[in-house]
């Protein structure tokens, strides 16, 4: 495994995250910024949400996605994209891959929800199922590869990708540029890397946190020892951040953000099911974390103005954490 | 009962409306217009949704009881403002009330659903519960009115109330000048009348719609033959639509709408399920009835740029119309 020093190298600058903007730009939306004074005052902080389950494919991924894929030479782009994924990631290769005008096979557990296979089908790509193991998603990726000649575009360990995740905290900064603070879900950390990189790009006093879930804190944990710390058994309804850091990405966290923040499960779902109610939007369980984190406490914003990156909406509607 | 031709005189214009905006900016939400490729691909349309479950108290009712609020002479304000409601309209008023700093009481009937009264609540008003009917309530007004020499602000037959929700339609045209439609949903016509005169006054050639439940399609008969006719028997789950036209508004829908489109109630349920399942937004059945319209053919829009008033977005998280 390279040494996070070496790949650190290669990540995404302001430079590069502005033409990751430029080059998305029509595929993509601007999502809104909305506020709610009711969790404001739940919070004590003056809070600004940054709507990426408004994005395309519901979720932040579709930036990222579509930077690699557009940043593709046409002699690589012509083959197609993989990916593999359980979740958004693969959806929104699938849409990128389709604007472009190109072949995506993504590689998915054979136990996959129907609705994420649906959100891949509906943009035409093509799902390889695999027993739900990563031996046998490695060799399926293989076999794909070697068949199709297609380019991995990987959900996070990617500078396009990362640079990709990063044009949300650019837009929220464009904004609201007086924001003292933002805080971003981290998984494998593609978005909180990206969004620590651009917005301490563009103001150098912000903190950027990242936020997990106390049953899946390895990203705390490497961001305190320096090394990428396996992940726990991880049982918890963020489904999207059951996933490790790269060296790639605990580089860049280390360097830019101020602390990791991890949250209950319980408020968890109390924090997504009082933005339903408060905010009347649809946020998926990962999404609800950096609130979860305010309301329990393990991130101080008491009293600043804090940009929340909210990563997705993607919720399967007949099986709702409130309702058991 | 006044006749329509009378009371239409007393309807707001678009100077009334405009300075209704400049009253209630610093109240309410400009709220976001969203697109959804998905559904426009349905619809055969591009949709443009003004989205007032986003607004205070999660419905465009902010808009007219914030007006009709700070509207008042002073010596009136300050004795406090009364209406009557069992559902958004009553919150709107105390959350206008409680931003004038003045008192608002609100007549309710004692089976409300408890989270219709926590909206009230929540903003400082006072309940005053009646039996579940009409004289009941009515008499329950009176006391309070006498008791307290505050006035009463009716939900829609009121040109203030009519001038505030046109400030939705306001801000949709400015922002997109190029709509050849709007539809609004019609209960008791506030919304629909203040749409039709704002839109029509900003764009003469463009076409203003209503939408309603086939199962309560009393605005639709209305429109046909000039006079208010009654509610039918209204079984529908879009609880914010059962209710009558006044004269007032019956009048102004006449001079302004091209027509009433009608939904059953599986459109409905169908179009709001899209509509938290596409754009991840929380909306109420009665705010589903435009699309469901559309999704039915009971309007015809194909091709053209259709700007829909999300009415609002309060729903019971427990008890989902797909959920049985």
């Known amino acids: 495994m390279p040494d996070a020093e070496g790949r650190a190298a290669q990540l995404p ?3 590069a995250i502005r033409a990751a903007h430029a080059r998305i730009a029509p595929y993509v939306h601007r999502t809104p910024v909305l506020r709610c004074s009711a969790i404001d ?10 709507c990426e389950n408004f994005q395309k494919v519901g979720a932040f991924k579709a930036r990222g996605a579509t930077n690699a894929v557009f940043s ?10 993989v990916a593999h994924s359980s979740g958004n990631h693969g959806a929104a290769l699938a849409y990128a891959a389709r604007q472009r005008g190109i072949a995506a096979w993504v590689v998915m557990p054979e136990n996959s929800a ?17 027993a739900p193991n990563i031996p ?40 609201h ?48 020892s320096g090394n990428v710390e396996p992940l726990p058994q991880a049982t918890t309804i963020a489904d999207g951040l059951r996933t490790t850091l790269a060296p790639r990405t605990l580089a860049a ?16 779902v109390r924090a997504m099911r009082m933005t339903w ?30 940009g929340i990156i909210v990563s997705g909406g993607n919720v399967d509607l007949d099986r709702l954490p409130w309702q058991t």
Chains 1, 2 share one sequence.
Do not use: W
């Open 253 to 268: 966290i280390r360097e830019g953000a101020a602390g990791i923040g991890t949250a209950s499960e319980e408020a968890m």
């Open 13 to 15: 600058d302001l430079a």
């Open 114 to 130: 129907k609705v994420k296979q649906d959100n891949v089908r509906r943009f035409g790509a093509t799902i390889r199922f695999c």
């Open 277 to 306: 109610e408060r905010m009347k939007m649809i946020i998926e369980p990962s999404a609800a974390v950096p609130l979860a984190c305010l309301l329990e406490g393990t991130l101080d914003v008491a009293g600043a103005k804090v």
């Open 136 to 175: 046998a998603r490695e060799a399926l990726c293989a076999e794909v590869l070697a068949e199709t000649g297609a380019t991995m575009v990987h959900p996070f360990d990617d500078p396009r990708v990362i640079a990709g995740q990063a044009t949300a905290a650019l837009e929220l900064l464009e904004d």
């Open 41 to 50: 005052d739940e919070t004590r902080a003056r809070l600004y949400f940054k």
């Open 72 to 81: 593709l030479p046409e002699a690589e782009a012509r083959h197609g994209v």
């Open 177 to 224: 540029p007086d924001l003292d603070v933002v805080i971003a879900p981290v998984g494998g950390g593609g978005l909180l890397s990206g969004t620590a990189i651009a917005a301490r790009s563009l103001k150098a006093s912000i903190r950027v946190y990242g936020a997990e879930p106390a049953n899946a804190d390895d990203a705390a944990r490497s961001y305190k």
